[in-house]
Every structure is written in C-alpha cells, then in structure tokens.
C-alpha cells in the first residue's frame, strides 16, 4: 500500500506546509513561555513535564494531520476514525496540560469570550456537546458533504475540536477556581463519555452495507481526496482511480466495521488509562490523610 501511495507525490504525503505551521506553533510556544514570558508575566517557565507535553502535542498533531495519515484516512475509513480518536481525545489533554497556568488565565479573563468558555465547559454541557456534534458529524449525510468541500471540512473538525478541548476541561483544568469535580465525579464523567459516544461506533460497527458514499462512490472518493492531494496531481491520476479498493485488500464493509472498531477501542484505553490515573492519585491522596483521633486518645491515656 505504502508505495502506491507514492503516486500522490510529497506535498500529500508529509504536508509540508503544514509541518512548517507545526514548527511555527513550537517556535511560538518557546518564546511566549521562555524569553518572551517577561512581557506578559512574571510566572515561572514550564516545567520539563509541561513542555514535553506541548511538544509532544506538536509532533502528534502532526502525525495527525501532516503525514501519511492524513492521506490514508481519505483512503480508508479504519485511518480516518483512528486519526479521529487521536485527534480528539489524545491531543486536547496534552495541550491542556503543557500550556502555563497564566496564560489559560489570561484567555478565561478575555472580555466578551470568558463568559461563553465558562459556560461550555461546564460538565453536563461540555460532555453532551462533544459527544453530539460527533455522532452527528458522522451521519452519512453530513460526513460526506464535509468531505466534499475543503471549507466545510475545516470549520467542522475545527469545532468538533474545540468542543473536545471544553469536553477535557472539567477533568484536566489548571484553573483552581473551576476544579470543582471531585476524583469520583471525574470517574463518572469519563465513563459517561464512553457510554455516549458508544452509539455512533455501535451504528458504524453493526452496518451491514457501506453507509458513506466518500469511500464506496468514485466520484465522492476523488473529492475527498482533493482536500489533502494538490490539483494538479490529483487531475493527472484521476482517470486511472478507481476507488479505494485500489489500496486496500480490505472490502468496504469491513473497513467500515473494523474502523468503528478502531475508535472504541482507542477510546476505551485513553478513558481507561485516565480513570486509572485520577483513581490511584486519589487513593494516594486519602492514604495519605492521617487521622489525628487515635494519637490524641493516646496522649489522654
């Protein structure tokens, strides 16, 4: 498969422009935090762990959306929703956790803007909006119009993003006036984020036919292509395309189960593995705590 994908040249394989928007992004990142703190605050660099967050954010965005990846999710449906899993729930929590303190309060104190973030990152709101536009995202209808249209396809994973940011907030904010979930609260929270976003897998994984028409149409196929593949490239292999059968043993129905597959089973080991983490700080927390009844009885004794 690997070297058909050749064809597409390097501009669609490794993206690089975007690499060079990744680059600038890490570039920034040190400046505002490094020598270029000072002009807005007195606060202390990242931490070593903090920037190896970001940084590794960076370089997981783009594995994402800069490298063969992304042309393979226009390929297979499998790709897309493992680029999805990881774009949505692995990427958000490791900017969450890289970026400084001060600057997450600078954006929460923003006038105009610091009302509305408050307000979507509220739990109940944040878990049902991420979880909504997602499932809706993929419904057949509106999944392959946003593959059809470069514009379309950018607002809505765009959006679909920032939800998946307000939906990570509750659990991972540095903020302490809005840490307001106790370590139980943030378990039933994760947990009710799999319960949600189950059915859309379960939809996908139980379809007996193929439902998108971007992986199963040939003229819907070229058109999600032409979101990662330049035009001219692209004009010049169109006629001897003629569908992602070209890449892939896999029969379309499969592809389509296993990446349901994919996703749920991505989901459940980043919840699982978060859930597993608050769970032994928060017992490390309670054993910690020392009752002071049993030395005091015995200074009276």
Same mark, same amino acid.
């Given at each position: 498969?690997?070297? *058909?994908?050749?064809?597409?040249?390097?501009?669609?394989?490794?993206?690089?422009?975007?690499?060079?928007?990744?680059v600038?992004?890490?570039?920034?990142?040190?400046? =505002?935090?490094?020598p270029g703190?000072?002009?807005?605050?007195? *606060?202390?660099?990242p931490t070593p762990?903090?920037?190896?967050?970001?940084?590794?954010?960076?370089?997981? =965005?783009?594995?994402?959306?800069g490298?063969?990846?992304?042309?393979?999710?226009?390929?297979?449906?499998?790709?897309?929703?493992?680029?999805?899993?990881?774009? /949505? =729930?692995?990427?958000?929590?490791?900017?969450?956790?890289?970026?400084?303190?001060?600057?997450?309060?600078?954006?929460f104190?923003?006038n105009?803007?610091?009302?509305?973030?408050?307000?979507?990152?509220?739990?109940?709101?944040?878990?049902l909006?991420?979880?909504g536009?997602?499932?809706?995202?993929?419904?057949?209808a509106? /999944?392959?119009?946003?593959?059809?249209d470069e514009?379309a396809?950018a607002?809505?994973?765009?959006?679909?993003?920032?939800?998946?940011?307000?939906?990570?907030?509750?659990v991972?904010?540095p903020?302490?006036?809005?840490?307001?979930?106790?370590?139980? &609260?943030?378990?039933?929270?994760i /947990?009710?984020?799999?319960?949600l976003?189950?059915?859309?897998?379960g939809?996908?994984?139980?379809?007996?036919?193929?439902?998108? *028409?971007?992986?199963?149409?040939?003229?819907?196929?070229?058109?999600? &292509?032409?979101?990662?593949?330049?035009?001219d490239?692209?004009?010049?292999?169109?006629?001897? &395309?003629?569908g992602p059968?070209?890449?892939?043993?896999i029969?379309?129905?499969?592809?389509?189960?296993?990446?349901?597959?994919?996703?749920?089973?991505?989901?459940?080991?980043?919840?699982?593995?978060?859930?597993?983490r608050?769970?032994?700080?928060?017992?490390?927390? *309670?054993?910690?705590v020392?009752?002071?009844?049993?030395?005091?009885a015995?200074?009276?004794t």
């Open positions: 498969m690997w070297l *058909e994908l050749y064809m597409f040249g390097f501009r669609a394989l490794w993206s690089p422009y975007y690499l060079l928007f990744i600038l992004l890490s570039a920034a990142y040190y400046y =505002l935090t490094g703190r000072y002009r807005f605050t007195n *606060e202390p660099a762990k903090q920037q190896t967050m970001f940084y590794s954010s960076m370089l997981l =965005l783009y594995v994402i959306k490298s063969p990846v992304d042309l393979l999710s226009h390929i297979m449906f499998t790709a897309h929703m493992s680029q999805m899993a990881l774009y /949505f =729930l692995l990427f958000p929590l490791l900017v969450i956790r890289g970026l400084p303190v001060w600057m997450w309060q600078k954006l104190s923003l105009g803007i610091a009302p509305l973030l408050r307000l979507l990152t509220k739990p109940l709101i944040a878990i909006l991420f979880n536009l997602f499932s809706i995202y993929h419904m057949p509106i /999944f392959d119009f946003a593959k059809s514009i396809h607002v809505i994973t765009t959006v679909i993003l920032f939800t998946a940011f307000c939906m990570w907030w509750p991972f904010t903020l302490k006036s809005m840490q307001t979930m106790s370590p139980i &609260l943030k378990i039933g929270y /947990f009710a984020n799999g319960v976003i189950t059915p859309a897998c939809l996908i994984i139980f379809a007996g036919a193929p439902i998108y *028409e971007t992986y199963s149409q040939s003229g819907a196929w070229i058109q999600a &292509l032409s979101l990662c593949v330049p035009a490239v692209l004009n010049g292999l169109s006629n001897s &395309l003629s059968q070209f890449f892939t043993p029969p379309l129905v499969e592809d389509q189960q296993l990446g349901g597959i994919v996703m749920k089973i991505t989901q459940e080991v980043i919840f699982g593995a978060i859930i597993a608050i769970f032994f700080e928060w017992f490390q927390q *309670e054993g910690d020392v009752d002071p009844m049993p030395s005091s015995s200074n009276e």
